[in-house]
């Protein structure tokens, strides 16, 4: 599956972003999805997964409570809601997809990218 993210841009601390993620190629419903965040010298980071019918999502413990998975099957996207934004949220986020139904917490469990949108937070 082909992914188009977007969403990214420059916000001050405790604004709102939300990116989404456009799926196209192949029967979205079908796959997991998940965001992650690129960390400096390490393995992309998991942010939050959600499962190919939507009815479990997962979210790591730094932005439990800030941050919201969605998708929408009929429209092959999914979206994540960032609220409450902090600088250190600043970095590029990456939509991943993966052909099993639940989600991995490891970037290795998926099979298709997306290219990145950036997400800046000043304080």
């Known amino acids: 599956v082909q992914l188009q993210a977007s969403g990214g841009g420059l916000v001050q601390a405790g604004d709102s972003l939300r990116l989404s993620c456009a799926a196209s190629g192949r029967t979205f419903s079908n796959y997991a999805m998940g965001w992650f965040r690129q960390v400096p010298e390490k393995e992309r980071e998991f942010v939050a997964g959600?499962?190919?019918?939507?009815?479990?999502?997962y979210y790591a413990d730094s932005v439990k409570g800030r941050f919201t998975i969605s998708r929408d099957n009929a429209k092959n996207t999914v979206y994540l809601q960032m609220n409450s934004l902090k600088p250190e949220d600043t970095t590029v986020y990456y939509c991943?997809?993966?052909?099993?139904?639940?989600?991995?917490?490891?970037?290795?469990?998926?099979?298709?990218w997306g290219q990145g949108t950036q997400v800046t937070v000043s304080s």
């Open positions: 959600i499962s190919w019918s939507g009815g479990g999502t």
């Open positions: 991943a997809a993966t052909r099993f139904k639940v989600p991995s917490l490891s970037s290795r469990g998926y099979d298709d």
